[in-house]
């Protein structure tokens, strides 16, 4: 069992900049992939950003290009997400995604992809 524990969300005013943590209880020596999904009230959960180890594949939805970066260290087991620019329509609970091997593309972005999810953070923007 892999427990993620996330950190960082809040409220901000439509412009402003977050940065949510998420830390991993383990790490698959095997590769994985880790990253967020984010779930708006009355709207299914969609793809944010993730990380697929090991070497430089991270992968965004087109709605946080330019604006959101994920990284992350190895070290801790941990991805971190900077949201800047935010926006009203990002307004959503955010959730940390892992899995323990190297998705294949074409499942990057479904959410039935994962098999550990963190207990949320919530992120609000006003405008």
């Known amino acids: 069992q892999v427990e993620l524990v996330e950190s960082g969300g809040g409220s901000v005013q439509a412009g402003g900049s977050l940065k949510l943590s998420c830390t991993a209880s383990?790490?698959?020596?095997?590769?994985?992939?880790m990253g967020w999904f984010r779930q708006a009230p009355g709207k299914v959960r969609e793809f944010v950003a993730v990380?697929?180890?090991?070497?430089?594949?991270?992968h965004y939805a087109d709605s946080v290009k330019g604006r959101f970066t994920l990284s992350r260290d190895n070290a801790k087991n941990a991805v971190y997400l900077q949201m800047n620019n935010l926006k009203p329509e990002d307004t959503a609970v955010y959730y940390c995604?892992?899995?323990?091997?190297?998705?294949?593309?074409?499942?990057?972005?479904?959410?039935?992809?994962?098999?550990?999810w963190g207990q949320g953070t919530q992120v609000t923007v006003s405008s």
């Open positions: 995604a892992f899995d323990r091997s190297r998705v294949i593309l074409s499942a990057l972005r479904l959410e039935r992809t994962y098999d550990y």
């Open positions: 383990e790490r698959s020596n095997n590769g994985y992939t």
């Open positions: 990380f697929r180890c090991c070497g430089s594949s991270t």
